[in-house]
């Protein structure tokens, strides 16, 4: 059962382009969605996060948007560049104190940026 | 340098080998966590620990073995690996859990085990 769909599995985009990844879930527990981005041969890494208070968060060309009636949100990259070629993980979390410290993502989705 | 150290990089075994692949992190983190990432399948949560002593079950435990008896360490024991158990794993710390803080996780850089 995946609790986290994410779409689509593949992008492929030009230069100066926006990138737009989407991501649903079902858990209406989560309450903590951030977005990681995985460079070939490496960890994953934290790239923006949001909690369901607010539609909109922006970190330079990043922007999470979320929707929280739709129980979906979505990363976007404005001005893409080739450097941002990778593979970008959503996930999502309950926020809670008891014993689950669970953090689940999403299936990925590969990235290209041509020049 | 604050990391999280995975080895082997690379593993490969025959079915049936008991093996342990060791991750440490130097940054005195209570959350440790253990995921393993499949084609398609994004990254599934295998164990993870809240404290030394205390760990628990994720999404797709069986086969796999942890242990959590310093806070820096959190090894990953398969007693018997299958051919199943191919994938790439991560191990993963963080100071708050997963949903507090703003800093999320860190990752060591992966094992991909093979076996065969």
């Known amino acids: 059962q995946q609790q986290v769909k994410q779409s689509p599995q593949s992008l492929i985009v030009q230069k100066g382009g926006i990138s737009i990844i989407n991501c649903a879930y079902e858990?209406?527990?989560?309450?903590?969605f951030p977005w990681y981005q995985q460079f070939p041969g490496k960890g994953p890494a934290l790239l923006i996060a949001?909690?369901?208070?607010?539609s909109e968060k922006k970190e330079g060309r990043f922007t999470i948007s979320f929707n929280k009636s739709a129980k979906q949100f979505s990363l976007h990259i404005m001005d893409s560049q080739p450097g941002d070629s990778a593979t970008y993980f959503c996930?999502?979390?309950?926020?809670?104190?008891?014993?689950?410290?669970?953090?689940?993502f999403g299936s990925g989705t590969r990235l290209l940026v041509r020049p | 340098e604050a990391q999280v150290t995975q080895n082997p990089r690379y593993l490969i075994t025959v079915t049936g080998k008991k093996l342990t692949v060791t991750c440490s992190q130097n940054?005195?983190?209570?959350?440790m966590s253990w995921y393993r990432q499949d084609p398609g399948l994004g990254l599934r949560q295998i164990y993870y620990?809240?404290?030394?002593?205390?760990?628990d079950k994720g999404d797709v435990p069986e086969g796999y073995k942890v242990s959590r008896k310093e806070k820096r360490n959190f090894p990953l024991i398969l007693e018997s690996p299958s051919p199943n158990q191919t994938s790439l794993y991560f191990c993963?710390?963080?100071?708050?859990?997963?949903?507090?803080?703003?800093?999320?996780?860190?990752f060591g850089s992966g094992t991909r085990l093979t076996v065969v």
């Open positions: 993963a710390s963080s100071f708050y859990p997963p949903g507090q803080g703003n800093y999320g996780y860190t």
């Open positions: 858990n209406t527990a989560f309450d903590y």
């Open positions: 949001i909690r369901p208070d607010v």
């Open positions: 996930a999502a979390s309950p926020l809670s104190w008891d014993s689950s410290y669970k953090l689940i």
């Open positions: 940054m005195n983190h209570e959350y």
């Open positions: 620990s809240m404290n030394v002593e205390v760990t």
